[in-house]
């Protein structure tokens, strides 16, 4: 349960005024809300993945670097707007200080 004096100080740190009809309006709405989260931590909610069909499993392919012949590097590049050197240009999006 929160107290009165707990909502006075939520409200004093996040620069809210409330009057005395709201804090005890807050209690009960607090209250509540707490309330139904105390029943939501008594539901179970293991699951048992291994046994279900269907059950998803990530499937990830190795991340290998392949080396692409020159024709390919220069027809790629020939698509890009702009290039310098063997390189895709772009445009300067963060700037140093």
Do not use: C, H, W
């Not at 707490?34 to 048992?48: A, H, T």
């Not at 220069?74 to 772009?90: I, N, Q, S, T, Y």
């Amino acid at each position: 349960m929160i107290t009165p004096a707990e909502i006075t100080k939520l409200a004093q740190l996040s620069r809210i005024k409330l009057t005395d009809a709201d804090t005890q309006s807050l209690v009960k709405e607090f209250d509540s809300i707490l309330g139904y989260i105390d029943q939501l931590k008594k539901v179970d909610v293991s699951l048992d993945t291994e046994g279900r069909v269907g059950a998803i499993k990530n499937i990830m392919r190795p991340d290998i670097a392949e080396d692409t012949s020159p024709a390919d590097r220069e027809k790629l590049l020939a698509e890009a707007p702009r290039r310098e050197g063997d390189f895709v240009a772009v445009k300067k999006i963060i700037a140093q200080d």
